[in-house]
């Protein structure tokens, strides 16, 4: 039996934050992608280059959902990942916020890739893109060794705010917020 309880308390905190232009959780799939891609670019066409900035930024993170994340459910024999994101209108901008459980042995290395892109200019980051792009890489390492955190921090041009809680011995919740400025 489902916790209404606990579903109307999301409802409740989703109530409070203002100018939510979409919110999921849920399984992350390529067609979800696509739809969610056409309703982003209708709800911020007062915006084009945002909206466009905004697009690549959820395509990026929801791919790393997708590829990533250590949260599966099985639909029709098909291993599916989970996650969640939430794009809200700001004042000065789109706030895109995702987040999905990942496994405690790979949240450092996460944190420290992390951290070096939010330490990287405009410049050091296009610079450690190609570097991390011509790196070997071990086998056990993400196949796209960060570039695409690295892409989203070059295309919102903002910091990466990551925070992360452990919820068992072997998985933490990680989330990643970046805004696009208008």
């Not at 232009?21 to 799939?29: C, D, E, M, N």
């Not at 599966?72 to 700001?90: D, L, N, P, Y």
């Not at 895109?96 to 410049?123: H, R």
């Amino acid at each position: 039996m489902a916790d209404y309880s606990s579903l109307y308390h999301y409802y409740l905190a989703m109530s409070t934050t203002q100018n939510v232009l979409l919110s999921y959780k849920g399984p992350v799939t390529p067609p979800l992608m696509a739809e969610i891609s056409r309703d982003i670019a209708q709800k911020i066409s007062d915006h084009p280059k945002t909206g466009k900035r905004v697009f690549a930024i959820f395509i990026e993170l929801a791919q790393n959902i997708l590829y990533y994340s250590a949260e599966k459910t099985f639909v029709v024999s098909r291993q599916e990942s989970i996650g969640c994101f939430m794009i809200t209108r700001q004042e000065d901008g789109i706030l895109c916020e995702f987040g999905n459980l990942v496994e405690n042995e790979y949240l450092d290395d996460l944190v420290e890739s992390c951290n070096t892109i939010n330490s990287l200019d405009k410049d050091g980051l296009r610079e450690y893109k190609r570097q991390q792009r011509n790196s070997d890489m071990p086998s056990d390492r993400s196949k796209g060794a960060g570039i695409g955190l690295i892409q989203v921090a070059i295309t919102a041009e903002t910091p990466l705010i990551i925070r992360y809680e452990s919820v068992s011995e072997n998985l933490s919740f990680f989330s990643l917020s970046v805004t696009v400025k208008f």
